[in-house]
């Protein structure tokens, strides 16, 4: 339903996105994601808000900038937080309904808001409503004409665990309706709650695509980086060269060494007692790579080579 090819968008010198090419069909897909990776760029090429500096995009055959019809069967979450003042949940989703046509803006209102649990009686201004109240409602004007093409950007921000679970199924219910239902996040528990097929952006890249099991296995069949600070680092460094769980060694001053590992548990029960069978003493034990834009750049580098 969403065909990309080639796809770069540049600001100045700044690269947001870099030669993707990607086809996003029926059911629940996941975007998966650092901060700064370039999801927010692509849903907005995808929306039509913005044209690609390189390649084309392409929703149900037609270009999202020029086809104003094509925009009538999209329905998009901003991550972006622009809701007009001085108005209640139930005047915001009917002004949206009516914007796309609908024939009962309010009954059409009513439904959507009631889907993501408010209350369409409620007649507080949305500025008064928490943040993830104000989610809901923005969900609700996006799902409001029943888009065949749902796109939401860091929806479940600002929701409690609650409100987060039962999002979620929404969103899994909506994707298996017949449409096309894009989810981005860059928390990686989220992606596992939501779907199995997954798209991973890192740096403007598309690091990997594909079922979430086999993404999770790249994710956890890497080696991993962690800095020793102790009181004897090169003795150490020898010790563990020897004992077979390590796969590279280099010092780092301050009585530090980086090691390299890719059985992570058997080298964390060895350290201690090998410290210990060496008399080195051990001052600090630090991964440098167990974050999520870590994983995704050697993912992008798995992927170059």
């Known amino acids: 339903m969403i065909e990309i090819k080639n796809v770069a968008k540049w600001y100045g010198g700044v690269v947001a996105l870099s030669g993707l090419t990607a086809n996003i069909g029926r059911g629940l897909t996941s975007l998966l994601g650092p901060n700064g990776a370039g999801k927010s760029t692509l849903i907005r090429i995808m929306c039509g808000l913005t044209s690609p500096s390189q390649g084309t995009v392409r929703v149900l055959g037609n270009d999202p900038r020029s ?22 949940a139930l005047e915001f989703v009917a002004m949206a309904a009516s914007l796309e046509g609908m024939r009962d803006p309010s009954a059409a209102a009513r439904r959507a808001i009631e889907t993501v649990e408010l209350d369409p009686e409620d007649g507080r201004h949305l500025s008064s409503y928490s943040k993830g109240m104000r989610q809901r409602v923005k969900i609700a004007q996006a799902i409001v004409h029943g888009p065949r093409i749902l796109i939401l950007d860091e929806p479940l921000n600002g929701l409690d665990p609650r409100q987060r679970s039962r999002m979620a199924q929404l969103f899994i219910r909506l994707g298996q309706e017949d449409r096309c239902v894009l989810v981005s996040s860059h928390v990686l528990e989220e992606v596992q709650e939501l779907s199995s097929n997954v798209l991973v952006l890192a ?6 695509e594909g079922d979430f099991h086999a993404i999770r296995q790249l994710l956890d069949d890497r080696p991993h980086r962690i800095r020793l600070r102790s009181s004897d680092p090169l003795r150490l460094a020898s010790g563990l060269m020897g004992s077979g769980t390590v796969s590279a060694v ?25 410290s210990q069978e060496l008399g080195v003493r ?14 995704f750049r050697y993912l992008v580098a798995r992927r170059s080579n």
Do not use: H, M
């Not at 086809?67 to 209640?88: A, D, M």
């Not at 530090?256 to 201690?272: C, E």
């Not at 051990?282 to 994983?295: G, H, I, Q, T, Y």
């Open 67 to 88: 086809s104003g019809e094509i925009r009538k069967v999209i329905g998009l979450v901003p991550q972006q937080e622009r809701l007009p003042p001085g108005v209640n």
């Open 250 to 274: 280099q010092t780092a001053g301050d009585n530090a060494i980086v090691i390299d590992t890719w059985t992570v548990s058997p080298f964390r029960r060895r350290l201690p007692r090998l």
């Open 282 to 295: 051990l001052l600090e034990v630090a991964p440098l790579d167990d974050d999520l834009e870590s994983v």
């Open 203 to 208: 740096e403007g890249k598309l690091a990997a």
